[in-house]
Structure formats: C-alpha cells, structure tokens
C-alpha cells in the first residue's frame, strides 16, 4: 500500500562491498530519507555486474527501467531520481538519461536531480566540502584525488575541477582512472613534479571507497596508483574515505534534490 503520491530513486553505481553499500551509499539513502519524509524511497544500481552479483546473492536489485515501471503501476504521481554519480559522464548519460528519455509520459511529474558536478557552481561547491582535507595537509604535501572518468570519451569534469582547485591551492591534484580522460595519472605525476611535490596523499575521488580503491588506487601490482608513484619517487600516504561517507559531500547532493524540486515549480 502507497503511503505518499510522491517517490523518490536514489540511483548509484553501485558495489558488490557490503562494508561499502553501508557507509557510502545506504548513508546517502539515510539522508534523503531524513530530508524528504514526504517521499517513498527506492535504491537503484546502474551497474548490470553489481546487480547480478547482488541477484546471486539474493538481494533484490532491479534496474532503473524496472523500478519506474513499477512505480508507474503503483499509481506514483511525482517521482524526482537522484543519482549520487559524480560526473555527468557516460554511466549517467546511458544508464540514466537515456532511461528517463524513455519514460517520458509515464508521471505527473519526472524530476532528476544533477550529479555532483555539472554545473559551474558544483566545482566550488566540491572544493568548498573538501578544504578540511586540504587544511590538513602537511607541509610539502600535496593531495591527488583519483577519479573514475567516462570509459569511451573525455569527460572534461576533471580538468575543471583541477582549474577550480588551483584558484585557492596547488597542493590538490586531480587524476582519472580511465587513460584517455585527461588530467589522468600521467598527466597528474607530471603536475605533482612540476610543482616540486615530494609527499602525496592518495584519497578517492570515488562515491564508494571499493574495488577501484582497493585495486586500482591500492593494489599490489605494479600498475596501482600507489606503487606508480613510488616508482616515480614519490613519499605516499593514502585514506580510504569514500565521497558518500563525508557528511559535507551527502549535504551536496541533498541540496541537487532540493534544485530539482525549486527549479521545476
């Protein structure tokens, strides 16, 4: 039985981590719970590997698709979709966009609200949430955010952000995980060499601190992000903390949920 009219999707990329899904992604759930009571809740993955790793060990994990469809049935009027992607990169424009292009019509009202950062003000806004971390830096030290960045395209999020970072510091220096994203490590090492850097510390620029942390960012082969910039001579510490888990992060994304919601009257 409908409790509200109104529904509200938080969708993520996902992760098969338990330990992550519960202080990165359920916290973000929590709080979008707590700042719109007049909502039902639902969760969607856009990833179709987590989905069916999830399937397999049944937990129910439909698509965006499927719990829209579903909604439709159950009589919702309103329902506004928050992503918690960090970009508006090709996750967000294929497994997102493109779904609600296609149920078009099916609502009163289908509200989306933005990524962490689409909008000029978003990169303020990021940096502005992350200054704890670069107040704590020591001196010498500088910090690199490893990103994901879009798998078949640029996506020119990241270069904006390193601009809007450089405006108030260059002790942050942002990388991407995909190799044709630019600035990516490559990019991100010759930066952290010009500016004379010696100490880096390592933190995600990632929603959930999971398998790319720990492979990709941490790993024990040569090719992580840690071991490269051993290899490039660089003393590195690290910090497992994912976006989801920093309060001043899930206060961003409650406030695109507000946007959507002030925008669209």
């Not at 909502?39 to 397999?56: G, I, P």
């Not at 010009?194 to 620029?205: H, T």
């Not at 999971?210 to 040569?222: E, I, K, N, S, T």
């Not at 490039?232 to 946007?259: C, M, P, S």
Request: aromatic fraction near 6%; proline fraction near 3%.
């Amino acid at each position: 039985m409908i409790r509200q009219t109104k529904a509200m999707v938080v969708v993520s990329f996902g992760t098969t981590l338990a330990s992550a899904r519960k202080t990165c992604i359920e916290s973000i759930e929590r709080d979008m719970r707590q700042s719109f009571p007049q909502y039902d809740h639902y969760r969607v993955f856009t990833s179709q590997f987590v989905r069916r790793r999830l399937a397999s060990e049944g937990i129910e994990a439909p698509s965006l698709e499927e719990v829209l469809k579903q909604l439709q049935q159950d009589g919702y009027q309103e329902v506004l979709v928050q992503v918690t992607h960090v970009t508006a990169g090709q996750e967000f424009s294929d497994k997102v966009i493109a779904v609600l292009e296609r149920c078009k019509g099916m609502f009163a009202t289908l509200r989306i609200g933005r990524p962490l950062l689409e909008r000029p003000e978003d990169y303020t806004a990021l940096v502005a949430a992350l200054q704890e971390q670069i107040e704590n830096l020591a001196q010498g030290q500088a910090l690199l955010l490893m990103g994901h960045g879009s798998p078949n395209r640029e996506n020119p999020a990241y270069e904006r952000l390193q601009q809007e970072f450089d405006k108030g510091s260059e002790q942050v220096v942002v990388g991407a995980l995909e190799e044709n994203c630019h600035p990516n490590l490559d990019d991100a090492i010759k930066l952290l060499l010009q500016r004379r850097v010696c100490k880096v510390k390592l933190l995600p620029l990632l929603l959930v601190c999971g398998d790319h942390v720990l492979r990709d960012m941490l790993g024990a082969q040569a090719e992580s992000w840690l071991n490269q910039l051993r290899t490039a001579g660089f003393e590195v510490e690290f910090e497992k903390t994912g976006l989801g888990e920093r309060v001043a992060v899930r206060n961003l994304y409650i406030q695109h949920a507000r946007d959507a919601l002030t925008e669209a009257e």
